[in-house]
Structures are given as structure tokens and as C-alpha cells.
């Protein structure tokens, strides 16, 4: 991509009522737009972030057997009502609407109520089961504060994943599997080190669930962890009784605050019982389905990252999720520099190397400090100097020195 033709510019200010950091930086570097309180648009490099940690779910879902599917964010207020959470009272984050032709309609904060009934039509006999299906769907809240940028959205994607089980000895075993996929997915999306997974509420078929919490100041839960053993607790639930069960003294625990990322949960039979989702057993007893849900939210993640890895110069993509994997920029309008970038450029692009090319005629301070901002990993320059000795100045986003390398030695960090 060359970035004369980039149509988002980036920007000094954030707009003034955005008071998250993860925002701010993210507007002003060009990848989000803000619409409202709570809702923002992803312009081209916000996407391509979004889809680089989607696409590294999406991997390890499929990689457990997870079958990728896409619900609709339009809900029939029917199923929600067998559950008794249509209602208000119940559930406070609704976002209704009405139908021209009579009646209401929601649209979908989260998806156990269509997709249980939807698996009626797939499930029958214990031989259709399991079954585990996701989706990457966008999702309405009417969240009462929306102060956290990304990380609190009243419209945001979410990756819900759905296990559909004989029994409660194959729903343990596939949420641990869950459990471990979310941690390589945090690893891999650079907030792992940070990210603890940590005991929270639970409901009448497990005493607990589990929620994946990344120690960040500007996070709005808290937890208590013990350094020691690693174990977490979400503060909502730590009492005596719990500190007894996971044999923690409540001396060695520390209060961090923190963001949650992911979360899992084991449902039991709370929603295929209302909803008629049974099966028939090896001996012809109807037995209900045993429910999971396990939820990611991309754009939650991507506000943890920019969070804790961003500096006072602006974003720090890991290499994983960046835009970019290079930033090629070019200082000078000499012909020899032009001809050198454009050649350069055009095979990093035949390589299927992802490069953003900094083509504009600005002044080198305007570029580094833009290139610092939208915060690709490595940076490639191209000067009078370096095209006088054949070569190219390499930087790390990260690092403070560069290193003057042929293009041979250069490609080999990419
Ligand atoms: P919170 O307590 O922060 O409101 P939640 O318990 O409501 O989260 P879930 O319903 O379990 O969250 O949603 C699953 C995942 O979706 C969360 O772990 C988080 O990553 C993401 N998520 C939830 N709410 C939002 C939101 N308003 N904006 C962005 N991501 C969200
Ligand atoms: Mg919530």
C-alpha cells in the first residue's frame, strides 16, 4: 500500500471527548473512526489488525474442532422469552426494535438462545454429538458507560464459540481444551505474559467459571492474584469459602486491575432444557444437550494491546497482529531514491511481504514521527545516503539505534 494513497491521515488530536488511550492513539494514527459514544468505525489498517487477531482465533477454534458458522444479529423474541431473558429486568443491555408489520425484535448481545434452537434441527441421537461451532458476529449492548474505547463497546465483534455435549465428562475435558487454545491466542497476540486466567462466577452446573484477565492500569476489573502459584481470582467472588477451596491466604494475594479479554463457561443444561434441545441416549433415554459458550471479544483485544505495549511516541504492533509487517520510508524526491524505493517496494510486494510505503514529499521528522505512530515493527529507510552505499537503514519500532544493511540481510528479519 502506498500511503499518498491511503485515505486516512493521521492526526495531532484525538477528539476531545475520547478519553481512553487506547482510542485516542488509535484515532489519531488513522485505524478507527469514532461515530458515537461507544461506536467506531474501523477504517483500512484498524480492519487489517482485526482481521490478523481474528484469523489467529479462528486457527485455534478450527484446531480444536471448532466449526465456523455465522448466526444473526436480528433475535426472536420468542426463544429469549423461554429463557426468561427477554425481559429488561432481566437482561439491561438490550437493544430492541420494532417490526413494521407488529412486533419486537433484539438484537443479539450474545447467541445461546438462537443457536440452542437452531441445533434441534442437527441434533437428535448421542451419535450427532459433540459438536462445536463458532462464529466471529457483531454484537449490541447497551452498555451503561462506554469510556474504554474499544475495550467497551455498545457494538463490537465477539468470537462465541458453542460446545454441544453428551455428558459433562466431554464438556470438562473440551473447556480445558478452550482454556489452552485462549492462551496461545493471547500469546501469540502479544498480551500472554500479562493475561491470567482466573476464577469468576459461576452458575447452578459449575461453581465457577473462568475469565481471561489482562493486568492493565486501565482496566475496569479487578482481581486478586497470587504471584506465587499464578492462580486468580476475580474480586467479585473472593470470600472465605473460595480462598479455602483454592487453598489461597488471602496475605499473599494481590489486587491488580485488570481487562477481560476472554471468558468461558460451562452452561450445563440451562438453555437446551427451555429450549427442547435433547438427545436420545445409546438406550433410547431423552437426555438434554450439556452447553458451553466461550467468548473472545477482537476489538477488546486489540484495545489491550495498544494499552500495554504502546509508548509516548504512539502504537506498538506485535509483529502478529500489525498492520504491516514493514514500513518502507523514503526520504528525498531524488530520482535515484525514488527509483531504489519503488524497486524495493515492488519486490517486498511480489514476496507477499505486507508493506506500507511512505511515498508522500514530507519533511523526514513528519514521516518518522507518523511511522512511530501507526507503529509497524520494523522500519526500512531509503535516502541519498543509503542508496550511495546500496543499502538501507533498518529500525525497530521498539529499539532505538538502527543498523545500515543490504536488502539480502534485511528481508531475512522480515
Ligand atoms: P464485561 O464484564 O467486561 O462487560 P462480559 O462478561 O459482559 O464482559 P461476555 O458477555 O462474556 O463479557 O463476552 C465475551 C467477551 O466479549 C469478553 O470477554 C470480551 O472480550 C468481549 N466483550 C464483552 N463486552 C464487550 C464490549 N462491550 N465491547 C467489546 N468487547 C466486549
Ligand atoms: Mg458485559
Not at 128 to 150: C, D, M, W
Request: hydrophobic share 35%; charged share 30%; net charge neutral.
Amino acid at each position: 500500500m502506498r500511503q499518498s494513497q491511503l485515505f486516512t491521515k493521521t492526526r495531532k488530536e484525538a477528539p476531545a471527548d475520547e478519553v481512553s488511550k487506547n482510542a485516542q492513539l488509535l484515532i489519531r494514527a488513522g485505524f478507527i473512526h469514532k461515530e458515537m459514544a461507544g461506536v467506531y468505525t474501523l477504517l483500512p489498517m484498524g480492519l487489517r489488525v482485526i482481521k490478523n487477531i481474528e484469523e489467529i482465533i479462528r486457527k485455534e477454534m478450527n484446531a480444536i474442532g471448532g466449526q465456523e458458522m455465522f448466526l444473526t444479529v436480528l433475535q426472536d423474541k420468542e426463544i429469549w422469552e423461554k429463557t426468561n431473558r427477554w425481559s429488561s429486568d432481566k437482561v439491561d443491555i438490550w437493544f430492541k426494535t420494532n417490526l413494521k408489520s407488529g412486533g419486537e425484535l433484539g438484537l443479539g448481545p450474545t447467541h445461546e438462545e438462537p443457536i440452542a434452537r437452531m441445533m434441534t434441527n442437527h441434533i437428535s441421537s448421542y451419535k450427532n454429538l459433540p459438536i462445536y461451532a463458532y462464529q466471529f458476529q457483531t454484537k449490541f449492548r447497551n452498555e451503561v458507560r462506554a469510556k474504554s474505547g474499544i475495550i467497551r463497546g455498545r457494538e463490537f465483534s465477539m468470537k462465541d464459540l458453542y460446545s454441544f455435549d453428551l455428558d459433562q465428562t466431554g464438556l470438562d475435558a473440551f473447556y480445558e481444551k478452550v482454556a489452552l487454545a485462549y492462551k496461545r491466542v493471547f500469546n501469540t497476540v502479544g498480551i500472554g505474559h500479562q493475561t491470567y486466567r482466573t476464577f469468576a462466577s459461576g452458575g447452578p452446573f459449575s461453581k465457577y467459571s473462568h475469565e481471561f484477565q489482562t493486568v492493565c492500569e486501565a482496566g475496569e476489573d479487578r482481581i486478586y492474584l497470587d504471584e506465587k502459584s499464578g492462580i486468580a481470582v476475580n474480586k467479585e467472588v473472593l470470600n472465605d469459602e473460595v480462598l479455602k477451596d483454592l487453598k489461597l491466604a488471602k496475605k499473599d494475594l494481590i489486587e491488580k486491575k485488570t481487562i477481560e479479554v476472554g471468558n468461558i463457561f460451562k452452561l450445563g443444561t440451562k438453555f437446551s432444557e427451555p429450549l427442547g434441545l435433547f438427545y436420545t441416549d445409546e438406550s433410547g433415554v431423552s437426555k438434554p444437550v450439556i452447553m458451553g459458550s466461550y467468548g473472545i471479544g477482537p476489538g477488546r483485544v486489540m484495545g489491550t494491546i495498544v494499552e500495554l505495549l504502546s509508548d509516548d511516541k504512539g502504537l506498538v504492533w506485535p509483529k502478529t497482529t500489525a498492520p504491516f509487517q514493514v514500513h518502507l520510508v523514503r526520504l528525498g524526491e531524488n530520482q535515484a531514491v525514488v527509483s531504489f524505493a519503488d524497486n524495493l517496494y515492488s519486490d517486498l510486494e511480489k514476496r507477499g511481504v505486507e508493506v506500507l510505503y511512505d511515498d508522500r514529499d514530507l519533511r523526514p521528522g513528519e514521516k518518522f514521527a507518523d511511522s512511530d505512530l501507526i507503529g509497524i515493527p520494523v522500519r526500512f529507510v531509503v535516502s541519498d545516503k543509503t542508496v550511495a552505499e546500496n543499502k538501507i537503514e533498518v529500525k525497530h519500532r521498539t529499539l532505538s539505534e538502527s543498523e545500515l544493511m543490504s536488502i539480502k540481510d534485511a528481508l531475512k528479519i522480515l
